[in-house]
């Protein structure tokens, strides 16, 4: 019998990052290493952490995750788009239609309001011709 697990997306400029969370004690696994590993920075390690801070659920999912493309900083937007998306998936199957109430608080409108659930669509603007990068012209000469 497999284990039930929840899926989410993330994407960040080129980054794609594929999150599957699973019941378990807080254990994070990015392209098979363990998060201290992959990242070595600490900002990206706590920007991949900040879905299960806000929602208080740091120690209750195993994670699984593969991330391909753009830099570090890029990996780890993804990644944290990705697990509030999971996030938000595990709540949808757990709680019924009918329990939902006005006063409950819930993970979807938690991860909202910090922000989290929001994609970032800033890309690199490609190159023009006749340009030295995507804006910059030549230097004006005067003479």
């Given at each position: 019998m497999t284990k039930k697990h929840y899926y989410g997306t993330g994407r960040r400029?080129?980054?794609?990052?594929?999150v599957f969370l699973y019941r378990g004690n807080g254990k994070i696994t990015v392209n098979c290493l363990p998060l201290e590993e992959y990242f070595g920075r600490e900002t990206s390690r706590m920007i991949?952490?900040?879905?299960?801070?806000?929602?208080?659920?740091?120690?209750?999912f195993d994670s699984q995750i593969t991330v391909r493309g753009g830099g570090d900083s890029s990996q780890a937007g993804a990644i944290r788009l990705g697990i509030a998306r999971a996030l938000v998936d595990y709540e949808k199957q757990t709680?019924?239609?009918?329990?939902?109430?006005?006063?409950?608080?819930?993970?979807?409108?938690?991860?909202?309001?910090?922000?989290?659930?929001?994609?970032?669509?800033?890309?690199?603007?490609?190159?023009?011709?006749?340009?030295?990068?995507?804006?910059?012209?030549?230097?004006?000469?005067?003479?």
């Open positions: 400029k080129t980054s794609i990052a594929r991949t952490r900040q879905p299960f801070e806000v929602t208080n659920m740091l120690g209750k709680t019924a239609k009918s329990d939902t109430t006005e006063e409950t608080v819930t993970l979807h409108k938690l991860l909202r309001t910090s922000g989290l659930l929001t994609r970032d669509a800033r890309k690199v603007e490609r190159k023009k011709v006749g340009r030295h990068k995507a804006r910059r012209g030549t230097q004006y000469s005067k003479r």
